[in-house]
């Protein structure tokens, strides 16, 4: 049975034509559970109803005419109850509708169970028999875990478009992500490859056969060469059989079959690209279907050819792309590099089909003020190549070839944040200070980048987190203490008399250095941060002690400590830190006179265990600076860069403002200074939020910083804490959010919570 459930599903989610697989689906089902019927309903959620797509045992004629409401018939009470439904006899359940243009009456047993999608029910899938009788458990297991298999599949396929029920050909279409960057880019879609996969193929049609046909000899002939040159260099070092594999992808590649397959499908019309995904995943598809093992594997040295023919087509294909002069880039992966490449070149927005609000990638696009939607799951992003498309960074989603109305109605959203952003530019040197005279310092978080983060024409209090990955990753060994004071003299000196919070090494996780790898089934409660360093502390002495050079002279040196889940582990660092201190006293000064100041040290509050143990944390440092990000993760057990779950991670969850709350409410009882540096302060509803609760100092990305001032100085801060208590009252995330808008349109900053930059 599993073979022949990994046989069905591998056929539908590489098939080229959705009625053709949905038809081979229900055939396959129905001679898998030798019964009578088997139909597949797919939803319609703006008309409300399932559509009879395809069956084998049902009336032909009935197909994409049969609908059925989301409430009526038995295929609706399976949407419903999104849970199988099993019956011995249909035509007797009080929810049985009759319907004769499917030709059924004859069936009375019926089972059918929903596929869902991340909640969403995507169809309903059905077998029926003359005799009435249950269909047993091994039935109802296979039907059920095929459709839970089907279900990435048919979601893969619906946000490619394959599904066009309201024959709309995707006008205005829109397509969900996660928000990574704040702000509208409307604009021509430019889609880049950075790694070539034929998974995420688009098949497509194309006029001139002959130009396709010319790319695919050519990216052949250099696929060859490459492996011909890769078997070569190997032959120094290897001697044994293991090069056997390029001799079989060249005789592949040589191979009259394999060609002229590719060929045959060229000439029916399809691009290259298309074309060799076909032939690929049918040899793909006849490998992984047989039984042994061995054969079996092979099926990955097929894909693995496939990939790299197509990076050859894909770049001869490519080649000539001119880039229009502002574009919205589009990637499976958009990394921070890429962002650096592209963003002097008329970069309008990013859209990256992996990644979280959190990546590095987001962080960046924040700092350079350009929008940014993450974690747009299941979308064949090849068909959005030079389409015009609105990217809303608010409201997370891409509108793809968007009507003229909406075009016109972002263009005033665009205009009017303008006009708002020239407003708060010039305020950015004002006090951060409510209108009855609350006070806070704003900060800037910085270490992305080589620099320009720096800059205090923003109107900083100073620098709130200095990450210093960034020098330990751009190299291929660790860097000295030499180079590394001078580093850290830089920055401190950018910012004279104003605290500078640097940061101790914090890889692990999605961080790792080239020449550290850290492998890891589950980094993010692994091996990182504070526990790499001590654990190393040849590596944090040497930082500690550069940083500690750096800061003589300048004295606005404050140290903080990454990951802290326990007191052991400050004890530990303050007695490195405390060894570094002596050290460099008795071997840099003679002189009484000369004192080599002692920084403050604190602790970054990320952990949640580490919440119960503040009392504790209190007597043995200096400052709490919360990682809202970090603890926001590890509260709601969700991984930040998983776009599966991503949309479950929200500053706003009654248990993360309740813990922030109580962090504050801590630290004033033993009067420790607090302060906050995760994206939550970024926002002007978390930042205000934040106030209430008494944090004093929130560190940011630079470009943040001007718009929080300028709600800031619009606020009161005694009916912030009126709003707090409200808030703190809230159980559900939405609730929250909702209420927060409400308010933020009663003070009078409504332009900040447009109806659309939610």
């Given at each position: 049975?599993?073979?022949?459930?990994?046989r069905?599903?591998?056929?539908?989610?590489?098939?080229?034509?959705?009625?053709?697989?949905l038809?081979?689906?229900?055939?396959?089902?129905?001679?898998?559970?030798?019964?009578?019927?088997?139909?597949?309903?797919?939803a319609?959620?703006?008309?409300?109803?399932?559509?009879?797509?395809?069956?084998?045992?049902?009336?032909?004629?009935?197909?994409?005419?049969?609908?059925?409401?989301?409430?009526?018939?038995?295929?609706?009470?399976?949407?419903?109850?999104?849970?199988?439904?099993?019956?011995?006899?249909a035509?007797?359940?009080?929810?049985?509708?009759?319907?004769?243009?499917?030709?059924?009456?004859?069936?009375?047993?019926?089972?059918?169970?929903?596929?869902?999608?991340?909640?969403?029910?995507?169809?309903?899938?059905?077998?029926?028999?003359?005799?009435?009788?249950?269909?047993?458990?091994?039935?109802?297991?296979?039907?059920?875990?095929?459709?839970?298999?089907l279900?990435?599949?048919?979601?893969?396929?619906?946000a490619?478009?394959m599904?066009?029920?309201?024959?709309?050909?995707?006008?205005?279409?829109?397509?969900?992500?996660?928000?990574?960057?704040?702000?509208?880019?409307?604009g021509?879609?430019?889609v880049?490859?950075?790694?070539a996969?034929?998974?995420?193929?688009?098949?497509?049609?194309?006029?001139?056969?002959?130009?396709?046909?010319?790319?695919f000899?050519?990216?052949?002939?250099r696929?060859?060469?490459?492996?011909?040159?890769?078997?070569e260099?190997?032959?120094?070092?290897?001697?044994?059989?293991?090069?056997?594999?390029?001799?079989?992808?060249?005789?592949l590649?040589?191979?009259?079959?394999?060609?002229?397959?590719?060929?045959?499908?060229?000439?029916l019309?399809?691009?290259a690209?298309?074309?060799?995904k076909?032939?690929?995943?049918?040899?793909?598809?006849?490998?992984?279907?047989?039984?042994?093992?061995y054969?079996?594997e092979?099926?990955?040295?097929?894909?693995?050819?496939?990939?790299?023919?197509l990076?050859?087509?894909?770049?001869?294909?490519?080649?000539?792309?001119?880039?229009?002069?502002?574009?919205i880039?589009?990637?499976?992966?958009?990394?921070?590099?890429?962002?650096?490449?592209?963003?002097?070149?008329?970069?309008?927005?990013i859209?990256?089909?992996?990644?979280?609000?959190?990546?590095?990638?987001?962080?960046?696009a924040?700092?350079?003020?350009?929008?940014?939607?993450?974690?747009?799951?299941?979308l064949?992003?090849?068909?959005?190549?030079?389409?015009?498309?609105?990217l809303?960074?608010?409201?997370?989603?891409?509108?793809?070839?968007?009507?003229?109305?909406?075009?016109?109605?972002?263009?005033?959203?665009?205009?009017a944040?303008?006009?708002?952003?020239?407003?708060?530019?010039?305020?950015?040197?004002?006090?951060?200070?409510?209108?009855?005279?609350?006070?806070?310092?704003?900060?800037?978080?910085?270490?992305?980048?080589?620099?320009?983060?720096?800059?205090?024409?923003?109107?900083?209090?100073?620098?709130?987190?200095?990450?210093?990955?960034?020098?330990?990753?751009?190299?291929?060994?660790?860097?000295?203490?030499?180079?590394?004071?001078?580093l850290?003299?830089?920055?401190?000196?950018?910012?004279?008399?104003?605290?500078?919070?640097?940061?101790?090494l914090?890889?692990?996780?999605?961080?790792?250095?080239?020449?550290?790898?850290?492998?890891?089934?589950n980094?993010?409660?692994?091996?990182?941060?504070?526990?790499?360093?001590?654990?190393?502390?040849?590596?944090?002495?040497?930082?500690?002690?550069?940083?500690?050079?750096?800061?003589?002279?300048?004295g606005?040196?404050?140290?903080?400590?990454?990951?802290?889940?326990?007191?052991?582990?400050?004890?530990?660092?303050?007695?490195?830190?405390?060894?570094?201190?002596?050290?460099?006293?008795?071997?840099?000064?003679c002189?009484?006179?000369?004192?080599?100041?002692?920084?403050?040290?604190?602790?970054?509050?990320?952990?949640?265990?580490?919440?119960?143990?503040?009392?504790?944390?209190?007597?043995?440092?200096?400052?709490?600076?919360?990682?809202?990000?970090?603890?926001?993760?590890?509260?709601l057990?969700?991984?930040?860069?998983?776009?599966r779950?991503?949309?479950?991670?929200?500053?706003?969850?009654?248990?993360?403002?309740?813990?922030?709350?109580?962090?504050?409410?801590?630290?004033?009882?033993?009067?420790?200074?607090?302060?906050?540096?995760?994206?939550?302060?970024?926002?002007?509803?978390?930042?205000l939020?934040?106030?209430a609760?008494?944090?004093?100092?929130?560190?940011?990305?630079?470009h943040?910083?001007?718009?929080?001032?300028?709600?800031?100085?619009?606020?009161?801060?005694?009916?912030?804490?009126?709003i707090l208590?409200?808030?703190?009252?809230f159980?559900?995330?939405?609730?929250?959010?909702?209420?927060?808008?409400?308010?933020?349109?009663?003070?009078?900053?409504?332009?900040?919570?447009?109806?659309?930059?939610?």
């Amino acid at each position: 049975m599993l073979t022949i459930l990994r046989r069905i599903v591998l056929e539908f989610s590489q098939a080229s034509e959705l009625d053709q697989a949905l038809l081979r689906l229900v055939s396959q089902v129905k001679n898998a559970l030798s019964t009578q019927c088997c139909s597949v309903y797919l939803a319609d959620h703006e008309k409300q109803h399932f559509i009879l797509m395809a069956s084998n045992g049902l009336a032909e004629n009935a197909f994409g005419r049969t609908c059925i409401g989301f409430t009526e018939g038995l295929v609706g009470l399976v949407g419903q109850r999104e849970e199988p439904i099993n019956i011995a006899n249909a035509q007797q359940h009080p929810d049985f509708i009759h319907a004769p243009e499917v030709e059924e009456e004859h069936f009375k047993a019926f089972l059918g169970t929903p596929i869902i999608h991340q909640r969403k029910v995507l169809g309903i899938l059905t077998v029926q028999q003359e005799q009435a009788r249950f269909f047993n458990e091994n039935e109802e297991a296979f039907l059920v875990t095929l459709s839970a298999q089907l279900a990435t599949a048919l979601a893969s396929v619906e946000a490619q478009g394959m599904i066009e029920l309201s024959y709309s050909q995707n006008i205005g279409k829109n397509l969900a992500g996660i928000g990574g960057s704040p702000g509208v880019a409307i604009g021509e879609m430019i889609v880049v490859h950075p790694k070539a996969d034929l998974s995420k193929i688009a098949l497509n049609k194309v006029s001139d056969s002959q130009q396709q046909l010319m790319i695919f000899d050519d990216a052949a002939s250099r696929t060859f060469a490459e492996f011909s040159q890769m078997s070569e260099k190997l032959k120094a070092i290897i001697s044994d059989n293991s090069l056997d594999i390029f001799d079989v992808y060249k005789q592949l590649l040589e191979s009259d079959n394999f060609k002229a397959e590719v060929i045959a499908k060229i000439k029916l019309a399809w691009n290259a690209q298309s074309a060799l995904k076909l032939v690929v995943d049918s040899y793909v598809m006849q490998f992984e279907s047989l039984e042994d093992e061995y054969l079996r594997e092979r099926a990955y040295d097929i894909k693995d050819l496939g990939n790299r023919l197509l990076n050859n087509i894909q770049n001869l294909a490519e080649q000539d792309q001119q880039l229009p002069e502002k574009f919205i880039l589009v990637a499976e992966d958009v990394s921070a590099a890429m962002l650096a490449e592209y963003q002097h070149l008329g970069l309008l927005g990013i859209v990256s089909i992996t990644g979280s609000n959190n990546s590095h990638t987001a962080i960046l696009a924040k700092a350079l003020n350009i929008p940014a939607i993450m974690g747009v799951d299941y979308l064949a992003i090849r068909q959005l190549h030079k389409k015009q498309a609105i990217l809303d960074g608010y409201a997370c989603q891409l509108y793809v070839t968007p009507a003229d109305a909406l075009i016109n109605e972002y263009r005033h959203i665009v205009a009017a944040e303008n006009e708002l952003y020239a407003q708060v530019k010039e305020e950015e040197h004002l006090p951060a200070s409510t209108q009855d005279g609350h006070h806070v310092s704003l900060l800037i978080n910085a270490g992305l980048s080589a620099g320009f983060e720096y800059s205090q024409n923003v109107g900083a209090d100073g620098v709130g987190l200095y990450r210093t990955e960034i020098p330990f990753m751009n190299r291929s060994c660790f860097p000295s203490e030499s180079e590394q004071t001078v580093l850290y003299q830089q920055v401190l000196a950018s910012f004279p008399n104003k605290p500078v919070t640097m940061r101790t090494l914090d890889v692990g996780g999605d961080k790792s250095l080239p020449y550290f790898p850290i492998i890891e089934a589950n980094p993010f409660l692994g091996w990182r941060g504070i526990r790499i360093t001590l654990d190393h502390p040849e590596i944090f002495l040497v930082q500690v002690r550069a940083m500690m050079k750096a800061n003589y002279g300048l004295g606005n040196l404050a140290i903080m400590l990454p990951m802290i889940s326990s007191i052991t582990e400050v004890d530990e660092a303050n007695r490195l830190i405390n060894q570094a201190y002596y050290e460099l006293t008795s071997e840099l000064f003679c002189n009484e006179n000369d004192v080599l100041e002692r920084p403050k040290v604190g602790v970054m509050i990320e952990v949640p265990g580490i919440i119960f143990q503040l009392e504790d944390l209190a007597d043995k440092v200096d400052f709490f600076s919360v990682g809202s990000n970090d603890l926001t993760q590890y509260l709601l057990a969700v991984d930040r860069n998983n776009s599966r779950v991503a949309s479950l991670y929200d500053f706003y969850h009654p248990a993360v403002l309740r813990a922030l709350h109580h962090i504050a409410q801590k630290s004033q009882h033993r009067d420790v200074p607090l302060s906050i540096c995760g994206e939550l302060a970024n926002e002007p509803t978390g930042a205000l939020l934040l106030i209430a609760m008494g944090y004093q100092n929130l560190s940011m990305s630079a470009h943040s910083l001007a718009k929080v001032k300028w709600v800031i100085r619009h606020v009161d801060y005694q009916q912030l804490k009126q709003i707090l208590v409200r808030v703190l009252s809230f159980t559900n995330t939405s609730d929250v959010h909702s209420y927060m808008h409400e308010q933020l349109v009663q003070l009078g900053l409504g332009d900040f919570v447009h109806a659309r930059l939610q």
